[in-house]
Structures are given as C-alpha cells and as structure tokens.
C-alpha cells in the first residue's frame, strides 16, 4: 500500500471518528491538532483503525505513537508484512 492510499484511508477513518469531514491529515499531525482527540476518541481511532485495515497494535507500538506520520508507519509495516506472509 503507498503512502497516499494509506492517508487516504486513514483521513476517512480520522473523518468518522471525529465526525470532522474537513480533517486533512499530515505526517505531523498530532492529538493536539484535532478538536476531541483525547484518551477515549484514542481508543475509538485505534479500534477503528485495526477493523478497517485488518490489523492489531500491540501496547508499545501505541506508546511510540507520537504523530499521524508515526502511525502510518507502523501500520504500513503491518500491512506489508501481513503481504508477505500470504
């Protein structure tokens, strides 16, 4: 998956959660930047996430989730690694 299909995907995901159809996401994108982007809307964006894209974050990946660039990162690893194991 390339970079801006996985944005795009993730912008949509980042849409529903927070019910926001203006959100335009960047690598740099932090909680700080988003209306409502707390603890919980956390949980729900992850959930989200992890049901749409067929994945699952362990807790330190979560930890080291600093921005919407580092998110995209770990989750583009996991998709193209669950690529080669099929």
Do not use: C
């Amino acid at each position: 998956m390339d970079n801006p299909h996985l944005y795009r995907e993730l912008t949509e995901i980042f849409r529903e959660v927070f019910d926001d159809d203006t959100l335009t996401l960047t690598p740099e994108t932090t909680a700080a930047d988003i209306d409502g982007w707390d603890s919980m809307a956390h949980i729900g964006l992850i959930v989200a996430i992890e049901e749409r894209m067929g994945v699952k974050f362990n807790s330190a990946e979560l930890e080291s989730l600093h921005n919407v660039g580092q998110l995209a990162g770990v989750l583009e690893y996991k998709l193209e690694s669950r690529q080669v194991k099929a």
